[in-house]
């Protein structure tokens, strides 16, 4: 090795990109390694999706707004950077799926939609007695003879029938992926779920057997976590760590050429880096445009990715004169609706309104059906409010209204995904020795997913460096 430091460029400053730059300067620094990490993000801003607005007294998610709290990687960081004292988890309560026109208080026991507890799930009006006698069939059906991968939709469609999924599974899944639950792959989103039913020859008996029993009475922990001062705190404080003048801001990678051992990175303000390693931390949309002459990531180009909004309701409290008793709704597509859910984030986020104030988020937009994207502000405010006015009764306008639009900002983990990403991983080893990818689009697309894929970029930035 010479005595020239060895560079690795950091491609993309989304939670993947800056968690990745952070331990890998990090470790530089603890263990005096002989490189440089750098950090190249497209546009004047790190955190990608992450993005928080602090208004009149209110914290505000245009974007994600919690993560999972059992995937610890995401508290690892906060302890990281010392914002643990303002971690906090959301408050639990009714949650409900609205479905033909109505709204239903999810079973009690469901997990994920599976049902855990017979009674609650028996005792719904969520579904048909033929819908529950279809899913008793999980009972006695033989485990699935698969022998790739299937859709999410095929899986549970057969073991708990279609009124089962449709009005249940298909609102939570979908949700989550912003997704067509009958082309997204189960092995790529819920693998565990065929592993149980395999093990167990049931889903609901194999849940039932899985889930830790919770006390009916006490406080229970929510399951998600947040910052009290909004995610985008994170970014804020990993960037203020990351080595001066290590961050470019408002420079896109146009094109990575292998030149030897080494990579050159043309960039959009016409500057040429060279890197020893590079970690791809951007959507797989933007892979193909910066490797224009390498075939196998034509996948790619394939790889769907669906276009969502967000809208954030600001109002007096006295201006919901009907409420509900419950932190919020999923929308099953068995429903004349617009909104495909709905969050009461000042009952499931306390800090997030001011006293005396309440703060709604819903989505619109899914698969098949994201025209309502494009709208106008103003359109897509009246079409939510008309859709809350048919469920609870909202008197005047919002204080304001907050509407972000995620385009092709969501990507499908299609049938066949992780066989796809792996067979990409083993020739971009063969081919692009050095490079690495990591984030949303590949393995996994929560905020814990990206942190864990920003780490294991780095180890194996290392691990390659240093042979
Ligand atoms: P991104 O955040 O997309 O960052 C990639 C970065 O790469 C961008 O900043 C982009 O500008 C940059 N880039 C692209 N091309 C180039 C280039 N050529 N050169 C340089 N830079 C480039 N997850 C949860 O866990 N909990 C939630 O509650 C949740 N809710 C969500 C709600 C919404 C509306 C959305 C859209 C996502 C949500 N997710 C949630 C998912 C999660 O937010 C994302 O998967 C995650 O933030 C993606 O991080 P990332 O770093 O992989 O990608």
């Known amino acids: 090795m010479s005595d020239e430091k060895q560079t690795i460029i950091i491609i993309g400053g989304g939670i993947t990109g800056i968690t990745a730059a952070y331990y890998l300067q990090k470790m530089i620094k603890e263990q005096q390694l002989p490189m440089e990490c750098k950090l190249i993000e497209a546009t004047h801003r790190l955190g990608g999706k992450i993005q928080t607005v602090v208004r009149d007294g209110f914290v505000i998610e245009r974007g994600p ?17 010392g914002l643990q004292d303002k971690l906090v ?26 049902p855990t507890k017979i009674r609650p799930f028996a005792l719904s009006g969520l579904f048909s007695p033929i819908g529950k006698l279809r899913a008793a069939l999980d009972f006695i059906l ?32 979908s949700g989550i992926y912003a997704g067509d639950i009958d082309q997204l792959s189960l092995m790529a989103t819920f693998p565990q779920f065929f592993h149980l039913e395999q093990k167990h020859g049931s889903l609901v008996l194999g849940a039932k057997r899985t889930t830790p029993k919770t006390k009916e009475t006490g406080n229970k922990k929510g399951i998600f976590q947040t910052l009290t001062t909004g995610l985008q705190s994170l970014v804020d404080e990993l960037e203020k760590r990351l080595e001066p003048g290590s961050v470019s801001k408002g420079i896109r990678v146009e094109l990575v050429e292998k030149q030897g051992r080494r990579y050159r990175l043309h960039l959009s303000n016409g500057e040429v880096w060279t890197a020893d390693s590079v970690i791809v931390a951007a959507p797989h949309q933007a ?16 790889m769907p990715s669906t276009s969502v909004a967000t809208v954030a309701l600001a109002f007096s409290a006295s201006s919901i004169e009907q409420d509900i008793d419950g932190t919020g709704f999923v929308v099953s597509r068995r429903s004349d609706y617009t909104i495909t859910a709905c969050t009461w984030t000042h009952k499931k986020w306390p800090h997030t309104a001011p006293k005396g104030k309440a703060l709604l988020r819903c989505y619109v937009g899914r698969p098949g059906d994201e025209a309502i994207v494009e709208q106008s502000d103003d359109e897509i405010v009246r079409v939510v409010l008309d859709d809350l006015n ?22 499908q983990y299609i049938v066949g995904h992780k066989e796809r990403i792996e067979t990409i991983k083993a020739k971009v080893g063969e081919e692009l020795p050095g490079v690495f990818f990591a984030g949303s689009s590949y393995e996994g697309l929560g905020l814990p997913d990206c942190i864990d894929q920003g780490e294991e970029a780095v180890k194996k930035a290392l691990e390659y460096l240093q042979v």
């Open 287 to 302: 892979v193909p445009e910066m490797f224009p002459n390498v075939s196998f990531f034509a996948p790619f180009k394939a």
């Open 390 to 411: 048919k469920i609870m009764r909202i008197n005047g306008r919002p204080e304001f209204a907050l509407v972000t639009r995620w385009k092709e900002a969501m990507p």
């Open 142 to 173: 033989p485990p699935t003879k698969a022998e790739g991968d299937l859709s999410l939709g095929q899986f549970f469609r057969r073991r708990l029938g279609d009124e089962v999924v449709e009005n249940l599974i298909e609102p939570l899944l």
């Open 65 to 81: 707004d919690s993560f999972l709290a059992r995937k610890q990687s995401a508290s690892r960081l906060i302890h990281e950077v």
């Open 89 to 114: 988890h959301n408050a639990t309560g009714k949650s409900y799926i609205l479905a033909n026109e109505k709204l239903y208080a999810i079973p009690g026991g469901a997990v994920m939609g599976i």
